[in-house]
């Protein structure tokens, strides 16, 4: 099919809209993203306007199609990333193309902020020795930390709390780390609308 002028604007506002984007990569994403265009509109028996435009609204605008593409970009470099703070940036981003970024956000901040808080009474345990450690009583099971009043029972760990708090804080930091990497390495990927249009065809 020979594309028209409704297709060309589309296309070079998208690659205005990813000028920020490496040439190679941007070319691609044009090119892939017009031949769907054009492969959806060859199944339609006598394509016209009001198709072309039905097609190119069910893509997105170009300012939508770009912003999904960077947050595309910064997973997949964020997948083979340590930091919590970078993993956590991107996928701040992430949780505006849709709920799936928002779980996974969620997730990302209770794990980090678990492992923050071990890491935090690990640091507090030599100054306020009485009021934070394992304290375990019948009354209430296991005490963590209690302030302004000690918590009930006995210290089980004692000073060994602080090794026990910095490890149990350093597992909690690792495998979320892993697990957000996994999930951005296996759900990151930008599922294009045209495609499953194509596939529904």
């Known amino acids: 099919m020979t594309s028209?002028?409704?297709i060309e604007s589309y296309f070079d506002a998208l690659a205005t809209q990813l000028a920020?984007?490496?040439?190679?990569?941007?070319?691609?994403?044009?090119r892939e993203l017009r031949?769907?265009?054009?492969?959806?509109?060859?199944?339609?028996s006598a394509p016209t306007d009001d198709n072309?435009?039905?097609?190119?609204?069910?893509l997105g605008t170009p300012e939508e199609i770009a912003r999904q593409y960077r947050v595309e970009l910064?997973?997949?470099?964020?997948?083979?990333?340590i930091s919590p703070?970078?993993?956590?940036?991107?996928?701040?981003r992430w949780t505006l193309t849709g709920i799936q970024g928002y779980i996974v956000f969620m997730v990302a901040m209770v794990g980090y902020l678990m492992g923050a808080c071990f890491y935090?009474?690990?640091?507090?345990?030599?100054?306020?020795?009485?009021?934070?450690g394992l304290f375990v009583s019948s009354a209430q099971?296991?005490?963590?930390?209690?302030?302004?009043?000690?918590?009930?029972?006995?210290d089980l760990a004692g000073a060994c709390y602080v090794p026990i708090a910095v490890c149990v804080g350093f597992l909690f930091t690792f495998f979320t780390t892993l697990t957000i990497r996994f999930v951005v390495r296996k759900f990151g990927r930008l599922k294009h609308k045209i495609g499953g249009m194509a596939a529904s065809a």
């Open 4 to 6: 028209n002028p409704m």
């Open 141 to 154: 099971g296991l005490n963590i930390a209690r302030f302004p009043d000690p918590p009930p029972g006995t």
């Open 52 to 58: 072309c435009r039905a097609v190119l609204k069910a």
């Open 120 to 132: 935090l009474t690990a640091l507090l345990k030599p100054f306020f020795p009485h009021h934070i």
């Open 85 to 92: 703070w970078k993993m956590l940036r991107t996928l701040s």
């Open 74 to 81: 910064l997973l997949n470099r964020s997948a083979w990333r």
């Open 20 to 30: 920020d984007l490496p040439l190679a990569r941007r070319d691609e994403i044009v």
């Open 35 to 44: 031949a769907h265009v054009l492969d959806r509109l060859e199944q339609i």
